[in-house]
């Protein structure tokens, strides 16, 4: 699954909101997640999960309603299979347990 403009976007709107949680230092994420040489050292898990969390977040009927919801579900699911992923090729690093820390459960 691929993540659309729109639902990048939708990280960047959350920033100012009290949802992130206090050990991702928003900064140098979005910092690394626009430069090319830093977004490919990111572990994909973690920006599904952050993609997952975000969506969730909007999808209350008043703004992306179930249609959000659904595209939250598959954002964790494939989160989560990422993160197994990175653990069975031994890819282990901090933010994979951000990954697994953000996704929502």
């Not at 490919?40 to 997952?52: C, D, E, K, N």
Request: aromatic share 8%; with cysteine; charged share 20%.
């Amino acid at each position: 699954i691929s993540a659309g403009t729109d639902d990048v976007l939708l990280l960047y709107r959350l920033t100012s909101s009290s949802y992130w949680l206090s050990f991702i230092h928003l900064p140098t994420f979005f910092r690394d997640l626009q430069d090319p040489a830093q977004r490919v050292r990111m572990q994909p898990a973690l920006i599904m999960a952050a993609l997952a969390m975000a969506t969730l977040m909007k999808s209350s009927e008043i703004e992306l309603g179930s249609e959000g919801r659904n595209r939250a579900v598959l954002y964790r699911d494939t989160a989560q299979t990422l993160l197994e992923n990175a653990c069975n090729q031994h890819l282990v690093d901090y933010t994979l347990a951000e990954a697994a820390l953000v996704r929502p459960h």
